[in-house]
């Protein structure tokens, strides 16, 4: 028997990166995990590699009636839930000068809003003792140039995460956040040229102070604990990110 048999949890962002590691985690472990996505054969592919525990549907965080029917699956398929994994988000690497309304507007409906109104619409869903985590960024306590509106939308998701912590508690529900830093999921390949992301990624790894990137599964296994095992955290924000917001 797995140790997370019977349990039920939605990731958001689940079809790629360390939101898909996170779910097969979960999944290998015996739960029945619900994933998201914006792209349809990514999000199929998903599915299919997690088996037969895993349901998925396609939802994009930015707009609220896709967010109504994804609590209105998630209470179909599961009833209850166990752990809610906010996940979804995207970045934009443009200079503060070049930032457009249209980029900036993107960012905050994706990475805050939807973050913000995914748990809204979970939380009735969600069973007493249960873990809500967010992804904040290390971007949210770092200067770093050509994301500055990124940073300033994973920043307010570290306030949600304090705030919603608080509000929640009568419920006894936990609400935590992980602080991915530099993590090898091929973003920065499938954002930047070719050339500019080989010279983001050397210059990332130089200036981390373990000195390379992390893994998706160091993402997972943080998520996992924060989700189950950190039943005495709450409004906190875990730092996932070779010391790169710490040293």
């Known amino acids: 028997m797995g140790k997370y048999e019977g349990k039920n949890i939605v990731v958001t962002g689940g079809s790629s990166g360390f939101g898909f590691t996170t779910a097969k985690l979960l999944v290998d472990g015996g739960a029945r995990v619900l994933i998201t996505g914006r792209n349809e054969s990514a999000l199929d592919s998903a599915r299919e590699r997690l088996g037969e525990n895993a349901v998925s549907i396609r939802s994009d965080t930015a707009s609220l009636s896709d967010i109504d029917a994804l609590a209105d699956r998630a209470k179909r398929e599961f009833g209850t839930l166990d752990a809610l994994f906010v996940n979804a988000g995207i970045t934009r690497f443009m200079p503060f000068e070049a930032m457009t309304e ?73 609400v935590n956040a992980i602080s991915p ?18 010279q983001t990624k050397a210059q990332m790894t130089a200036d981390n102070p ?37 040293l």
Do not use: C, H, W
């Open 102 to 174: 249209e980029a900036y507007d993107e960012l905050f409906a994706i990475n805050t809003k939807g973050a913000y109104f995914t748990v809204q619409k979970l939380v009735p869903l969600l069973s007493e003792g249960s873990g809500v985590v967010l992804t904040t960024s290390v971007a949210n306590v770092k200067g770093i140039p050509m994301i500055s509106a990124y940073s300033a939308g994973k920043a307010a998701l570290r306030s949600m995460t304090r705030s919603l912590a608080r509000e929640l508690l009568p419920r006894k529900i936990r």
């Open 181 to 198: 830093g530099p993590i090898d999921t091929g973003i920065l390949d499938r954002a930047m040229p070719k050339e500019a992301a080989e």
């Open 210 to 246: 373990m000195l390379r990137f992390g893994d998706p599964e160091e993402i997972a296994k943080a998520v996992e604990f924060l989700a189950f095992d950190a039943t005495y955290t709450t409004g906190a924000e875990l730092a996932v990110d070779g010391g790169a917001s710490q």
